[in-house]
């Protein structure tokens, strides 16, 4: 099969996702598959099938951002990440929390 062939393949999940084999999520990261397995191997991505969500890219390329730019290795990017996110998440909570204590005064 012919490579170009495969990395124009698209592949859509149940719920409307795209989906990208590990050698699109390879080429479209800049990486590697046998980085990508790592990934997976390691719990920071989590594939549907032999299948990426465009989600799990977006997590790729911001974990080797970290290690890039702030020497972070694998796992110490994806808790950054995981962090931040929460952080993001309690935030929303506590507006939210705020803006109905706002209403009931």
Same mark, same amino acid.
């Not at 479209?28 to 799990?56: A, H, K, N």
């Not at 970290?66 to 909570?93: F, P, S, T, Y």
């Given at each position: 099969?012919? $490579?170009?062939? $495969? %990395? $124009?393949?698209? *592949?859509?999940?149940?719920?409307? +996702?795209?989906?990208?084999?590990?050698?699109?999520?390879?080429?479209?990261?800049?990486?590697?598959?046998?980085?990508?397995? @790592?990934? *997976?191997? !390691?719990?920071?991505?989590?594939?549907?099938?032999?299948?990426?969500?465009?989600? +799990?890219? *977006?997590? *790729?390329?911001?974990?080797? @951002? %970290?290690?890039? +730019?702030?020497? !972070?290795? %694998?796992?110490?990017?994806?808790?950054?990440? +995981?962090m931040a996110a929460e952080i993001a998440?309690?935030?929303?909570? %506590? @507006?939210?929390?705020?803006?109905?204590?706002?209403?009931?005064?």
């Amino acid at each position: 099969m012919n $490579s170009n062939v $495969s %990395l $124009s393949r698209i *592949v859509w999940s149940s719920s409307g +996702d795209r989906l990208y084999s590990f050698e699109q999520a390879a080429f479209f990261t800049q990486t590697s598959v046998p980085l990508l397995e @790592r990934f *997976v191997t !390691l719990g920071l991505i989590e594939p549907i099938g032999s299948m990426l969500r465009r989600q +799990d890219l *977006v997590r *790729v390329i911001k974990i080797m @951002r %970290l290690r890039r +730019d702030l020497g !972070l290795n %694998l796992i110490g990017a994806a808790m950054v990440l +995981d962090m931040a996110a929460e952080i993001a998440q309690l935030k929303a909570q %506590l @507006r939210a929390y705020q803006t109905a204590q706002n209403a009931q005064n």
